[in-house]
């Protein structure tokens, strides 16, 4: 884990894919995307199983690190209506189940438009985006709030590193631009897509269990 200053509030970094805003006791997680392999099985296409399981395993150890008392989702909960499988909505259940006491809520993304909100059951409460709450803007897509700071996803951001040696790594990111920042998918199956950062910007790569701050050069390099 490691702490970086956001809008005047701390907020801790996992290497989980997930954001801490301690004050509040509030785990920040974008694009879960829960049920997309099962989409992609649905539609003929061999994807590997128990992406679901995996998922839910690192969201319960974030949540028994930190202690946290809420979980807010930044958009995607869901990937598709046909992502909806009985095995995907029953190991959702069942977590739920076992975090009973956690509040839970999910602002809105793209992907949530088209496969609706969660069964009633999982007692998650949905809002459009920006929801705001202290200095921030919660939303899916990173689009600037004007007097708030926007914690988004959708992006699922990766930064491009390379060596002296013209060694190369695309390794997922946190990016924190002057007026918004955006947080890496969570899902186990999720692509990446490569930003490019200015020089003010702050990128934290995460390696295997590390989250490590890179620095960037003025032309917007790594």
């Avoid at 296409?45 to 395993?57: D, F, Q, R, S, W």
């Avoid at 921030?136 to 060596?163: D, E, I, K, Q």
Wanted: hydrophobic share 45%; glycine share 8%; with cysteine.
């Amino acid at each position: 884990m490691i702490a970086t200053t956001v809008a005047g509030e701390t907020l801790e970094l996992f290497p989980q894919r997930a954001a801490y805003w301690k004050a509040r006791a509030t785990l920040l997680v974008a694009d879960p995307h829960f049920g997309k392999a099962a989409t992609f099985r649905a539609a003929g296409v061999y994807v590997p199983e128990a992406t679901t399981a995996g998922t839910l395993a690192r969201l319960t150890a974030l949540i028994d690190t930190t202690h946290a008392q809420r979980i807010v989702f930044l958009g995607d909960f869901l990937h598709a209506k046909e992502g909806r499988h009985p095995d995907t909505l029953a190991a959702l259940n069942g977590w739920r189940e076992a975090h009973a006491s956690l509040e839970m809520a999910v602002v809105r993304g793209n992907h949530d438009r088209h496969a609706g909100d969660v069964p009633a059951t999982l007692r998650m409460t949905y809002a459009n985006a920006p929801v705001i709450e202290g200095p921030f803007a919660f939303a899916h897509h990173p689009t600037r709030c004007n007097g708030s700071y926007v914690l988004a996803g959708h992006v699922h951001p990766a930064a491009h590193l390379s060596g002296r040696g013209r060694q190369h790594e695309c390794l997922p990111c946190f990016h924190f631009q002057r007026e918004v920042g955006v947080l890496p998918a969570f899902g186990e199956f999720t692509g990446m897509a490569v930003v490019t950062p200015q020089a003010e910007d702050r990128v934290y790569v995460i390696s295997e269990e590390e989250v490590i701050e890179v620095r960037v050069r003025a032309e917007g390099r790594r």
